[in-house]
Protein backbone atom coordinates (compact mmCIF):
# COMPACT_ATOMS: atom_id res chain seq x y z
CA UNK A 1 0.00 0.00 0.00
CA UNK A 2 2.94 2.52 0.69
CA UNK A 3 4.27 1.98 -2.71
CA UNK A 4 1.00 2.87 -4.08
CA UNK A 5 1.02 6.17 -3.58
CA UNK A 6 4.29 7.32 -5.50
CA UNK A 7 3.19 4.92 -8.34
CA UNK A 8 -0.04 6.96 -8.29
CA UNK A 9 1.77 10.60 -8.40
CA UNK A 10 4.27 9.37 -11.18
CA UNK A 11 1.22 8.53 -13.06
CA UNK A 12 -0.77 11.20 -12.74
CA UNK A 13 2.02 13.39 -13.71
CA UNK A 14 2.74 10.87 -16.70
CA UNK A 15 -1.13 11.24 -17.69
CA UNK A 16 -1.03 15.20 -17.32
CA UNK A 17 2.13 15.22 -19.50
CA UNK A 18 0.58 13.15 -22.73
CA UNK A 19 -2.93 15.00 -21.98
CA UNK A 20 -1.51 17.86 -22.45
CA UNK A 21 0.98 17.09 -26.11
CA UNK A 22 -2.05 15.28 -26.99
CA UNK A 23 -4.41 18.76 -26.68
CA UNK A 24 -1.70 20.96 -28.63
CA UNK A 25 -2.28 22.28 -32.00
CA UNK A 26 0.62 24.48 -33.60
CA UNK A 27 -1.70 27.28 -33.11
CA UNK A 28 -2.13 28.41 -29.67
CA UNK A 29 -5.87 29.30 -28.47
CA UNK A 30 -7.02 32.75 -28.07
CA UNK A 31 -8.31 31.41 -24.97
CA UNK A 32 -5.28 30.00 -23.46
CA UNK A 33 -3.46 31.60 -20.31
CA UNK A 34 -1.20 29.38 -19.22
CA UNK A 35 0.88 27.07 -20.65
CA UNK A 36 3.22 25.16 -17.58
CA UNK A 37 2.66 25.59 -13.98
CA UNK A 38 5.35 25.11 -11.26
CA UNK A 39 3.53 23.92 -7.65
CA UNK A 40 3.69 26.65 -4.77
CA UNK A 41 3.80 25.03 -1.66
CA UNK A 42 2.30 26.78 1.39
CA UNK A 43 2.82 25.48 5.25
CA UNK A 44 1.46 27.06 8.15
CA UNK A 45 1.15 25.75 12.03
CA UNK A 46 -2.53 24.58 11.04
CA UNK A 47 -2.12 23.18 7.83
CA UNK A 48 -0.41 23.00 4.25
CA UNK A 49 -1.57 24.19 1.04
CA UNK A 50 -0.11 23.54 -2.30
CA UNK A 51 -1.55 26.09 -5.63
CA UNK A 52 -0.52 26.42 -9.23
CA UNK A 53 1.47 29.19 -10.17
CA UNK A 54 1.44 29.44 -13.73
CA UNK A 55 5.28 29.53 -15.30
CA UNK A 56 4.81 31.30 -18.54
CA UNK A 57 1.17 32.87 -19.88
CA UNK A 58 0.01 33.53 -22.88
CA UNK A 59 -0.59 37.54 -24.09
CA UNK A 60 -1.29 38.84 -27.25
CA UNK A 61 -0.32 35.19 -28.98
CA UNK A 62 3.14 35.39 -27.43
CA UNK A 63 3.96 32.90 -24.31
CA UNK A 64 6.00 34.59 -21.99
CA UNK A 65 7.54 33.54 -19.02
CA UNK A 66 6.18 35.02 -15.54
CA UNK A 67 9.41 35.59 -14.99
CA UNK A 68 10.30 37.98 -17.88
CA UNK A 69 6.77 39.72 -16.40
CA UNK A 70 8.02 40.03 -13.27
CA UNK A 71 11.06 41.93 -14.49
CA UNK A 72 9.00 44.16 -15.93
CA UNK A 73 7.01 44.76 -13.13
CA UNK A 74 10.59 45.15 -10.80
CA UNK A 75 11.68 47.34 -13.62
CA UNK A 76 8.97 50.06 -12.42
CA UNK A 77 9.74 49.30 -8.93
CA UNK A 78 13.35 50.33 -9.33
CA UNK A 79 12.63 53.42 -12.09
CA UNK A 80 10.02 54.56 -8.95
CA UNK A 81 13.14 54.18 -6.55
CA UNK A 82 15.70 55.57 -8.83
CA UNK A 83 13.62 59.20 -9.90
CA UNK A 84 13.94 60.48 -6.55
CA UNK A 85 17.77 61.20 -6.85
CA UNK A 86 18.01 60.60 -10.61
CA UNK A 87 15.72 60.78 -12.97
CA UNK A 88 17.75 60.35 -16.14
CA UNK A 89 18.31 56.60 -14.54
CA UNK A 90 14.75 56.02 -14.01
CA UNK A 91 14.21 56.70 -17.49
CA UNK A 92 17.04 54.80 -18.48
CA UNK A 93 15.67 51.77 -15.84
CA UNK A 94 11.99 52.20 -17.34
CA UNK A 95 12.55 52.58 -20.99
CA UNK A 96 15.10 49.28 -20.96
CA UNK A 97 13.02 47.24 -18.66
CA UNK A 98 9.45 47.92 -18.51
CA UNK A 99 8.20 49.83 -21.34
CA UNK A 100 8.12 47.05 -24.20
CA UNK A 101 6.63 44.50 -21.88
CA UNK A 102 3.83 46.70 -20.89
CA UNK A 103 2.78 47.24 -24.33
CA UNK A 104 2.82 43.22 -24.75
CA UNK A 105 0.90 43.08 -20.91
CA UNK A 106 -1.28 45.86 -22.93
CA UNK A 107 -1.76 43.81 -26.08
CA UNK A 108 -2.85 40.90 -24.11
CA UNK A 109 -5.15 42.61 -21.71
CA UNK A 110 -7.37 43.42 -24.71
CA UNK A 111 -8.45 40.59 -25.87
CA UNK A 112 -9.62 39.54 -22.16
CA UNK A 113 -10.59 43.29 -20.70
CA UNK A 114 -10.23 46.34 -22.63
CA UNK A 115 -10.92 48.83 -20.35
CA UNK A 116 -8.25 47.38 -17.99
CA UNK A 117 -6.14 47.57 -21.44
CA UNK A 118 -6.69 51.13 -21.70
CA UNK A 119 -5.67 52.26 -18.01
CA UNK A 120 -2.48 50.47 -18.36
CA UNK A 121 -2.00 52.03 -21.55
CA UNK A 122 -3.09 55.84 -19.95
CA UNK A 123 -1.31 55.37 -16.60
CA UNK A 124 1.87 54.26 -19.03
CA UNK A 125 1.33 57.27 -20.87
CA UNK A 126 1.51 59.66 -17.73
CA UNK A 127 4.99 57.93 -16.84
CA UNK A 128 6.11 58.69 -20.13
CA UNK A 129 5.01 62.39 -20.23
CA UNK A 130 6.55 62.99 -17.03
CA UNK A 131 10.25 61.48 -18.68
CA UNK A 132 9.80 63.87 -21.87
CA UNK A 133 8.62 66.91 -20.01
CA UNK A 134 11.42 66.27 -17.52
CA UNK A 135 9.13 66.78 -14.56
CA UNK A 136 10.39 66.66 -11.04
CA UNK A 137 11.23 63.55 -9.51
CA UNK A 138 8.68 63.14 -6.91
CA UNK A 139 6.21 63.55 -10.01
CA UNK A 140 7.68 60.83 -11.29
CA UNK A 141 8.20 58.41 -8.50
CA UNK A 142 4.73 59.07 -8.00
CA UNK A 143 3.37 58.25 -11.95
CA UNK A 144 6.01 55.22 -11.95
CA UNK A 145 4.44 53.55 -8.21
CA UNK A 146 0.95 54.31 -9.70
CA UNK A 147 2.01 52.72 -12.96
CA UNK A 148 3.40 49.70 -10.72
CA UNK A 149 0.30 49.28 -8.68
CA UNK A 150 -1.92 48.83 -12.50
CA UNK A 151 0.71 46.92 -13.80
CA UNK A 152 0.06 44.57 -11.14
CA UNK A 153 -3.54 44.54 -11.04
CA UNK A 154 -3.56 43.63 -14.71
CA UNK A 155 -0.96 41.31 -14.21
CA UNK A 156 -3.23 39.42 -11.76
CA UNK A 157 -5.80 38.51 -14.76
CA UNK A 158 -3.21 36.65 -15.94
CA UNK A 159 -2.86 34.75 -12.68
CA UNK A 160 0.78 36.18 -12.33
CA UNK A 161 1.28 37.99 -9.04
CA UNK A 162 3.94 40.62 -8.33
CA UNK A 163 5.01 42.37 -5.13
CA UNK A 164 4.14 45.96 -4.75
CA UNK A 165 7.06 48.66 -5.08
CA UNK A 166 8.66 48.91 -1.92
CA UNK A 167 7.37 52.05 0.66
CA UNK A 168 10.24 54.84 0.64
Do not use: W, Y
Not at 22 to 40: I, L, N, R
Not at 57 to 84: D, S
Not at 110 to 129: C, F, G, N, Y
Amino acid sequence: MARTAPLTVLALAALTLVGAACGSDDEPSESATSTTAAQVTTTTAAETTTTTAPASVTMAGETVTTARLRVIAAGLCEAAQQAATDTSAAAKTFNSKSHDGLHLIARGLQEIDRPASATLLEAKQKVEADISSKAAGPQLAADLRSLSDVTRTSLARFNVTVDACPAT
